[in-house]
């Protein structure tokens, strides 16, 4: 799966890539960004989605861990919130009792500079990491989906709107499967998109089956 990232490009960058991107106030452009982000840590980033509003490019920062729109206790969710990092790309393809199937159209992308994977090697205590990256590429996007909870702030008790994000895995191809060699969840990868189907991924229209299968299969 993928539980770490990096990102260490300074925002204002985000705009050389998608030249009408909005950036929501609620995001400081001296976001301190990190060499290593770890997923369990539920941090925010900066996350590019389609606002549904006013059908611009937004962006804004979100928590690393989808928390259900139904969810009505966010505390109470914590411990399941490991298991929403990522989400599984034959569920959203295929599985319609799948919550990743029924947000599947709330579509975002992740900026990352790269991503961390860790190899088991047999005799060895400890797994070997691998920092991996598209060469000649500063930042790149992996695909996402989005939740957005309303939660009652602890000062005021009005309700505000919580924004989460996941990951999208597949089945990882023959070089991360030498990579990601072990645990529960070993032989996935994250999606690594060209810029064509990055910019279809937030297009501003839902995806049809033909489109979804060609973008995450």
């Known amino acids: 799966m993928c539980y770490d990232i990096s990102f260490t490009v300074e925002l204002r960058v985000l705009g050389d890539y998608f030249p009408d991107l909005v950036f929501d106030e609620q995001i400081a452009f001296d976001f301190e960004a990190g060499t290593h ?6 941090g925010n980033h900066p996350i590019i989605f389609r606002n549904r509003d006013d059908h611009q490019l937004h962006c804004r920062l979100m928590e690393w861990g989808c928390i259900p729109f139904y969810v009505k206790d966010v505390k109470g969710f914590a411990r399941q919130r490991t298991s929403m990092l990522n989400a599984r790309s034959e569920r959203i393809l295929g599985d319609k009792s799948s919550y990743w199937f029924k947000i599947r159209n709330r579509r975002c992308l992740v900026p990352v500079k790269g991503i961390y994977e860790h190899r088991a090697i047999k005799g060895w205590k400890k797994k070997v990491p ?10 790149f996007f992996l695909p996402g989906l989005y939740s957005v909870v309303e939660t009652p702030d602890m000062e005021t008790g009005e309700l505000q709107q919580l924004y989460t994000y996941t990951i999208i895995t597949r089945a990882a191809n023959g070089l991360m499967k030498n990579i990601h ?3 529960d969840n070993k ?24 489109e979804f299968s060609k973008i995450l299969d």
Do not use: C, V
């Open 181 to 183: 060699n072990d645990g």
């Open 37 to 42: 982000i770890i997923g369990h840590s539920h």
């Open 130 to 139: 691998y920092f991996i990256t598209i060469p000649a590429q500063p930042m």
């Open 187 to 210: 032989n996935r990868m994250p999606l690594f998109l060209t810029k064509e189907l990055s910019d279809r991924w937030i297009a501003d229209a839902d995806l049809t089956e033909e």
